[in-house]
């Protein structure tokens, strides 16, 4: 087994492509984007296709999809993080509704791009089973679909299968039931990474990459190489936003772990099922999610060790021992037939987390900053909402997307050291005990609604 290296998804393509030249000296442009994941390719995508003569840079301290963009577990969602409430307060119940609606429709987007490219990323738009693998879970999950329709989602686009129903679908051992909703896809991340970069390219968008940026200013993007001033500058740094000055407490990099198994045999896939390749979490607190690959493997995550001191991030991706062997674990109960294959990669990634746990797009004329993230792990189709929406308010037109309640929100900012420290060890570390708890009893733990309620994630 290899662990780090930056994960399998490269490694399955030989790698990341030699890098580009970096940035030489003081530059100007229309729009400069510090950050080469989906979010900052996103948004350099839809400006140049809206408007050809704009100049967009690209600045990126490592290589284009370093971060989150080329480590996930390769779920386009169709749903976005945080409480509802939190979108409500700023937009309404009907806003809320336009949100949900506008992410929903995010997944053909993302499907669009890709069939207009002629792209091979291995979309395919096969749907999420929730699963519940004890009675506790089966509550917590079906609770999930009445809150969702109660927020204007109908049967197509959310509902339950029996046990029965699941089995036909794909056999997951001790389930007691799922939910399932059509508006999630699976993808090949690094593959989806480098189209779209090949794409902004072709379009004309300038990418520097090893260019840190360490600090923003009003219309200036400063890189110890140089500064690039424009009349726009974004912020599409995720999870590693700590590092630019004044940032430090914006958002916290979460880690999130994966494993993934060599290609499995014949016979362990007609055991398992899942001939509809469908995206799969669990109902837990602290939840896995995984992907049937393209090429017949099994790719499962998880938190892992959710943070580290000082927002610290891990740069090769190395992976713990205790959490390889939770994750092989959880996916030899899940699945029995997969109990004897063998691991063939570990890796893990930071995502970026807000506050209050909200995703958040925004542009501030007066400074020519803008900025968007905190998705808190659902990103590959948050980033394309988010860019798309970018694209409006940087262009100043009045469609839709600038209206959304994600617009213009600035969380707070987190608890300095050690307090944030305490607090993401300590919501984990309840969240792992009332799956303990739920794993004995017969009824939702009160331990994790007192943590959701408390940490604002839910």
Not at 57 to 69: I, W
Not at 70 to 99: D, H, I, K, Q, T
Not at 303 to 310: E, I, N, S, V, W
Not at 362 to 383: K, L, N
Request: some cysteine.
């Amino acid at each position: 087994m290899r662990t780090g290296e930056l994960g399998y998804w490269w490694r399955s393509l030989g790698g990341p492509p030699p890098r580009r030249a970096p940035l030489r000296g003081a530059l100007e442009a229309d729009v400069a984007i510090v950050g080469a994941g989906f979010t900052g390719l996103w948004t350099a995508y839809y400006l140049a296709r809206a408007d050809p003569s704009l100049h967009i840079v690209v600045l990126e301290r490592e290589f284009a999809g370093f971060g989150a963009s080329g480590r996930n577990g390769g779920w386009v969602m169709g749903s976005l993080s945080g409480p509802a409430r939190a979108y409500e307060a700023r937009g309404g119940c009907a806003g809320f509704a336009a949100l949900q609606h506008a992410i929903i429709a995010t997944v053909d987007e993302v499907g669009r791009f890709v069939a207009e490219h002629d792209l091979d990323v291995d979309y395919l738009k096969s749907g999420r089973l929730t699963v519940a693998l004890n009675e506790p879970q089966l509550t917590r999950v079906r609770g999930e679909v009445r809150t969702e329709r109660a927020h204007g989602l109908d049967e197509d686009d959310v509902g339950e299968l029996t046990r029965e129903e699941l089995e036909r679908r794909v056999r997951v051992a001790g389930a007691r039931g799922a939910s399932f909703t059509p508006h999630v896809a699976r993808v090949h991340p690094a593959k989806l990474l480098l189209g779209l970069v090949t794409v902004c390219e072709q379009l004309g968008v300038e990418i520097h990459e090893s260019t840190p940026v360490h600090e923003l200013r009003p219309r200036e993007a400063i890189a110890a190489s140089g500064a690039v001033r424009a009349r726009w500058v974004v912020r599409a740094t995720e999870g590693y936003t700590r590092s630019l000055r004044g940032y430090e407490r914006a958002l916290v990099p979460l880690n999130s772990s994966m494993i993934i198994t060599e290609p499995l045999a014949p016979d362990a896939w007609q055991a398992i099922g899942w001939g509809g390749c469908e995206l799969i979490g669990d109902g837990a607190n602290a939840y896995v999610y995984l992907q049937r690959t393209a090429d017949g493997r099994i790719a499962i995550g998880g938190r892992g060790r959710p943070y580290r001191f000082r927002s610290r991030t891990d740069v090769a991706g190395e992976t713990p021992r205790s959490t390889i062997s939770a994750l092989r674990a959880k996916l030899a109960a899940m699945f029995p037939a997969a109990a004897g294959a063998r691991i063939e990669h570990a890796w893990s990634g930071v995502l970026g987390v807000p506050r209050d746990w909200c995703v958040s797009v925004a542009a501030d004329r007066s400074s020519g900053i803008a900025w968007a993230g905190g998705y808190v792990g659902e990103g590959v189709a948050a980033a394309n909402l988010a860019g798309r929406t970018l694209c409006d308010l940087l262009l100043g037109e009045r469609r839709p997307l600038a209206s959304l309640p994600l617009v213009g929100r600035e969380p707070r900012r987190w608890e300095p050291e050690p307090l944030r420290w305490c607090e993401i060890q300590g919501v984990y570390a309840l969240y792992r005990a009332a799956d303990r708890l739920e794993s004995r009893g017969r009824a939702p733990s009160r331990l994790a609604r007192l943590v959701d309620r408390a940490s604002g994630r839910r």
